[in-house]
């Protein structure tokens, strides 16, 4: 089993920053890759993120430019820098991992999310 634990949500200015980290914890050795998808309201959850061990990424076309997706190896910890927030960036963030080589929008183990809002 994995225990993914999110941090870094909270209430930003458009075009202000954010950066989530969330860190894992249990069968770490099971995991290929780690990264988030997102839930706004009233919209189907979206893959917003995802890094492999071996570092490769797979990014959302809406932040492509804007968010950078990063992993700790040594510290089983991903962090997504997001930068020239939008408003329709709101929504609550999930970390997720992946165990096989295929990431999908839910990974096979989340955590309990976080909100990010994007408002003036």
């Known amino acids: 089993q994995v225990q993914l634990v999110e941090s870094g949500g909270g209430l930003v200015q458009p075009g202000g920053s954010l950066r989530l980290s969330c860190a894992a914890a249990g069968s770490i050795f099971s995991i290929n890759a780690m990264g988030w998808n997102r839930q706004a309201p009233g919209k189907q959850r979206e893959l917003v993120a995802a890094i492999t061990r071996a570092g490769s990424t797979k990014y959302a076309d809406s932040v492509k430019g804007r968010f950078t997706i990063s992993r700790d190896n040594a510290k089983n910890t991903v962090y997504l820098q997001m930068n020239s927030l939008k408003p329709e960036d709101t929504a609550v963030y999930y970390c997720?991992?992946?165990?096989?080589?295929?990431?999908?929008?839910?990974?096979?183990?989340w955590g309990q999310g976080t909100q990010v809002t994007v408002s003036s």
């Open positions: 997720n991992a992946w165990r096989g080589p295929v990431v999908v929008t839910t990974g096979d183990y």
